[in-house]
């Protein structure tokens, strides 16, 4: 789901991997394998960030120990907090399963990523030994499934009722709560996200939208749009033929824009401002303002702009020693973003009018560098 901390990485990896299926060497389920790892990679970068950041924290501090541990160690363990509910989408503390009419359940393990399909809970973590993605289903009494190695990461609707992955061996399924039913598509596709739900699986009605060897991609039902050739990247789309894109690479980062296909033209179109996921209405659109120096990617500052005119309603730039993780609609009007700071991890919400208060954190879960909360939905 989080694709936006390094995007030159799974690019890199794509166009070799391309290149060397074109020339026979590789299988083209490798091209599945690696996007997914990629996607791993840029994860495991991103919130290892965190940790090295929270050390400069704890030895500028004047306690200076060697580190979080350190203190654990010699003081009292973490402070315990009930799992409430303060969000509108269902979320895990841990291995917690938090619904938002404040019900819990628990699960076996921690996961990176989640949906609830219907009353089951789908979850995907790494393997310690292997290192392979697997996806485990929880039912809502607790019973759990054996984990099944999966080529991908999850894809979803907004609602998460309605997944999309790359099971072992590059075949792509769609899953809602009637079941699972195969996709008609490249074992090379990487998907981006469904349109549909909550059975357009069964009734094989869900549009399902991505790329093939990194080339834009719709598949199922005809919308009646097409994506332009001078988009290099999908990564949202609209039943109304809104597309949230990417047009071209600079030596600063990229650049794009929404495009709206009924217009037939781009409705705004720069470098400051990355548009990535539309809110329920298209009214607006989540963002992401990223340069790129010397070092690599600069923390990202997430915005919601107003999709028709990219005007910036809203902005989260983080501060001295905050890092962040992922972000994702809660509603149509708040953008929830998880973010790590010295004292653990928080989740902020920023609403469209600009005001961005803490919804849920901290909570020290242990590791600087495992993300506390997993936000089920659409995250970045």
Not at 8 to 36: I, K
Not at 43 to 68: D, E, I, K, S
Not at 111 to 131: I, R
Not at 262 to 283: K, L, N, V, Y
């Amino acid at each position: 789901m989080s694709e936006q901390w390094e995007p030159g990485l799974t690019r890199e990896l794509r166009d070799t991997l391309v290149r060397h299926a074109e020339e026979g060497s590789v299988r083209p389920t490798d091209l599945v394998t690696v996007q997914g790892r990629a996607q791993r990679i840029r994860r495991n970068r991103r919130v290892a960030v965190a940790g090295g950041l929270a050390a400069v924290v704890v030895v500028a501090a004047p306690l200076a120990v060697a580190g979080l541990d350190a203190l654990r160690a010699d003081g009292p363990p973490p402070v315990t907090i009930t799992p409430h509910s303060e969000l509108k989408v269902p979320y895990a503390r841990g291995t917690t399963l938090v619904l938002p009419d404040g019900s819990v359940r628990e699960l076996p393990q921690k996961f990176q990523e989640g949906a609830l399909v219907g009353e089951d809970f789908f979850g995907v973590a790494g393997d310690e030994g292997s290192g392979e993605l697997q996806l485990t289903r929880v039912d809502a009494s607790g019973g759990a499934t054996d984990p099944e190695i999966v080529w991908s990461d999850l894809a979803s609707n907004q609602e998460s009722s309605v997944l999309v992955y790359a099971k072992e061996g590059g075949q792509q399924v769609l899953r809602d709560r009637g079941g699972e039913v195969d996709l008609e598509a490249p074992k090379t596709f990487s998907a981006r996200g469904v349109l549909g739900g909550p059975d357009c699986a069964a009734h094989r009605d869900c549009v399902v939208f991505g790329s093939t060897n990194g080339v834009p991609a719709i598949l199922g039902p005809d919308l009646g749009v097409e994506v332009p050739s001078q988009v290099s990247r999908l990564d949202d789309l609209t039943r109304s033929g809104l597309m949230a894109v990417e047009t071209k690479q600079t030596a600063t980062g990229p650049c794009g824009g929404v495009y709206d296909a009924a217009a037939g033209a781009m409705r705004f179109e720069g470098c400051q401002w990355i548009p990535t996921r539309f809110s329920s209405d298209g009214a607006h659109v989540v963002a992401q303002q990223q340069t790129y120096g010397n070092l690599g990617p600069s923390q990202p500052t997430v915005g919601i702009l107003d999709s028709t005119t990219g005007k910036v309603l809203a902005s989260y730039e983080p501060q001295k020693h905050e890092v962040v993780a992922t972000w994702m609609w809660e509603d149509a009007s708040h953008v929830l973003i998880q973010l790590h700071r010295a004292d653990g991890w928080y989740v902020l919400r920023m609403g469209v009018g600009g005001t961005t208060t803490s919804a849920l954190g901290p909570f020290d879960n242990g590791s600087d560098t495992i993300a506390g909360y997993t936000l089920l939905g659409q995250t970045m």
